[in-house]
């Protein structure tokens, strides 16, 4: 008896053997792998807007790319294109504290007039959008500054956002969108998250022409477009 069902008995430990095999691999393909890089992130944040050209081609792109920016306000340039700001707004983008004037004699004269500065801009924002901003850039980049004030603005429930890649529409004279896009790739290469600054005030129109190219330029590279 014992000898007639035997053959029987192996063959089923063997397929057990084999199917255990089989779900041991599946659980391992299926397992999360241990430092897999992480998702590649940029942030596009305009500063010193708004201007109504350059502002609105900036928006118009964006829209149709549908990516989110973060633009940093100069309010003594609202006057005349409360609507700009308002479109910024509706359609989701961020909306941060940059200045007042953007003078820096005047915003860094001292804390008080420093926060003055800080105030004014903000409230015009609030007044033309009804939303409250809670980022700000320091002007010029704000470095003999920005220890003794960053701590002020945090106390007032504001993240202070830097940046860490350039498109170069400042630092390069009459650059073409093509050096724009160029110098995008270059400075944001190895950054994680990426975060690129821009201008969107009214002598950047290259700017605005070099958008398109590096919006598509970062997500074919894999990246996720962030904003504050």
């Not at 309010?75 to 509706?90: F, P």
């Not at 290259?206 to 962030?226: H, M, N, S, W």
Request: hydrophobic share 40%.
């Amino acid at each position: 008896m014992h000898k007639k069902y035997l053959p029987i008995t192996l063959v089923l430990a063997v397929l057990l053997s084999l199917l255990a095999a089989i779900g041991y691999r599946a659980s391992l393909r299926a397992a999360p792998t241990i430092g897999l890089a992480a998702e590649k992130q940029i942030y596009l944040t305009f500063d010193d807007g708004p201007s109504t050209k350059v502002t609105g081609k900036v928006l118009d792109v964006l829209k149709e790319e549908n990516v989110k920016a973060t633009f940093f306000i100069v309010s003594d340039r609202v006057a005349g294109r409360e609507n700009i700001l308002r479109r910024a707004a509706e359609e989701g983008h961020t909306l941060g504290v940059h200045s007042a004037s953007h003078v820096y004699s005047q915003i860094y004269a001292s804390q008080e007039a420093f926060l003055r500065d800080v105030e004014t801009c903000a409230n015009v924002i609030e007044r033309v959008t009804g939303i409250k901003p809670s980022v700000y850039r320091f002007p010029g980049g704000g470095d003999a500054h920005r220890s003794a004030y960053a701590n002020l603005l945090r106390e007032r429930g504001y993240r202070v956002v830097s940046w860490n890649a350039v498109c170069g529409d400042e630092e390069i004279p009459h650059a073409s969108a093509e050096t724009l896009l160029g110098e995008s790739v270059k400075t944001a290469q190895g950054k994680q998250p990426a975060v690129l600054l821009l201008h969107d005030s009214a002598p950047h129109r290259e700017t605005a022409d070099a958008l398109p190219e590096i919006i598509r330029y970062f997500k074919e590279q894999g990246y996720v477009f962030c904003q504050y």
